[in-house]
């Protein structure tokens, strides 16, 4: 195999390799890549570089990730070149010289990859599989800091478009909302049709014009005259639609990311101000924006403290649908804390969709016991819900005070259920 390594490929081989050898590995089809200086044969070779990888079992895709982190890492004696001369002339031309050193090399292999036709959505796939890849090898997070850098930029907000989902849509993009529906499981279309065509139900999606009509996250709104405590009252509602003119609140009650390999990238933080200062514009009456939120991992967090709390233990054992009122205030006041007072590495809250809100500007408003009380609900978090309210005056002092000091904004009541 010819050694790509040493020296530069003259055009007239990189021609004959391209066009003369199909059995070309991987490893080098990226070493071409990186050697090569033309648009064409650039194109060509992302092309054949993805096609070989989305050959691959896990253990082929293990070996590339390797591949990525071993060979194509920051050349550390370049690096040090490069602050000895800028120490020696601090001027734009050694400046740019360590910003291009300190840049590990397989970020410009991968924005070449990029090149071709529907590369963006493939990498993003390729991500997925590296985010599976490091349950085994941890040490591969370098590699995926470097996905999470270029797609931060790849899919920043100006190049994301929202678009109104609605039972016009057409039916691939309605397939992709059952298929992606993260929170409230869709069953089959008339469920579908049950959230998007009634005029007091609404649904937004971000788009970006590298995916195609793959949605890369959507939110799904009902407009009400209350701030449920319930999923129940969003989704088995018995009274007929309200006029959207007439309602006072919107209540953002699904939200979902479509794509794995985006993990880490945020979006919804934009998608939830925009629609809430876009619905706030078209329906001046609206009063509130809230959610009603699932607690996902709450009673995984019980379930290791039983040893440590005999009271959560007795909650776990004895807690069900029929619990009595001093049954629910007791659970109440676990779940206040869980909120409140403990905490992860960062500082932050256990729960990851109370992360999501907080950092979004949004108050913690009120703890609903029983909000869903279907068998998921209860094996989940012993069907307790949340509401969280974004007050479009208050959500960047809210955010700053969050990102800030981590400070959990929430109202009296929940105030009061942690205190009692």
């Not at 293990?62 to 194509?72: G, P």
């Not at 969709?353 to 009120?366: Q, S, T, Y």
């Not at 279907?374 to 949340?386: E, F, H, I, N, Y």
């Not at 969280?388 to 959990?408: P, S």
């Amino acid at each position: 195999m010819p050694n790509f390594r040493g020296g530069r490929w003259s055009p007239s081989k990189l021609r004959k390799q391209l066009f003369g050898d199909e059995t070309a590995t991987l490893d080098t089809l990226c070493r071409q890549m990186m050697q090569s200086d033309g648009e064409y044969s650039s194109l060509l070779l992302a092309e054949r570089i993805l096609t070989a990888y989305e050959k691959l079992d896990d253990d082929g895709r293990h070996w590339f990730f390797t591949l990525l982190q071993d060979d194509y890492d920051i050349d550390l004696g370049e690096v040090k070149a490069a602050l000895d001369a800028y120490e020696r002339e601090p001027d734009a031309s050694s400046l740019k010289r360590i910003g291009k050193a300190a840049e590990p090399r397989r970020q410009e292999l991968l924005r070449r990859v990029n090149l071709a036709q529907g590369a963006t959505r493939r990498l993003v796939k390729m991500r997925e599989h590296l985010l599976t890849a490091m349950r085994g090898q941890p040490d591969l997070e370098r590699v995926d800091n470097d996905f999470l850098h270029l797609f931060s930029t790849w899919f920043n907000r100006g190049f994301l478009l929202m678009e109104p989902i609605d039972w016009t849509t057409p039916a691939h993009i309605l397939e992709k909302i059952i298929a992606y529906e993260a929170v409230h499981e869709i069953e089959d279309w008339d469920e579908l049709r049950s959230r998007l065509e009634p005029e007091d139900r609404l649904c937004f999606g971000f788009f970006h014009p590298r995916m195609g009509d793959e949605p890369l996250v959507f939110v799904e709104v009902a407009l009400t005259d209350n701030v449920p405590r319930g999923i129940g009252e969003i989704l088995e509602r018995s009274a007929g639609a309200i006029a959207p003119d007439k309602a006072s609140c919107a209540i953002f009650y699904s939200i979902s990311n479509c794509h794995k390999g985006l993990a880490g990238v945020s979006f919804g933080n934009f998608l939830i101000k925009q629609v809430a200062t876009s619905l706030k514009m078209q329906f001046p009456q609206l009063k509130s924006f809230a959610t009603i939120s699932p607690v996902p991992r709450l009673r995984e967090w019980l379930e290791r403290r039983p040893d440590e709390d005999a009271e959560i233990r007795e909650l776990l054992d004895t807690f069900d649908t029929d619990a009595d009122e001093a049954l629910r205030a007791r659970l109440e006041k676990v779940v206040a804390s869980y909120f409140l007072e403990h905490k992860n590495g960062d500082g932050e809250p256990l729960d990851p969709v109370a992360r999501f809100h907080l950092k979004n500007g949004a108050m913690l408003e009120r703890i609903n016991i029983l909000g869903n009380p279907s068998p998921k609900g209860m094996q989940r978090a012993l069907g307790t819900m949340v509401n969280y309210v974004y007050d479009l005056n208050r959500v960047e002092d809210n955010h700053e005070a969050y990102v800030t000091d981590h400070e959990v904004i929430c109202s009296a009541a929940v105030r009061k259920a942690f205190t009692r």
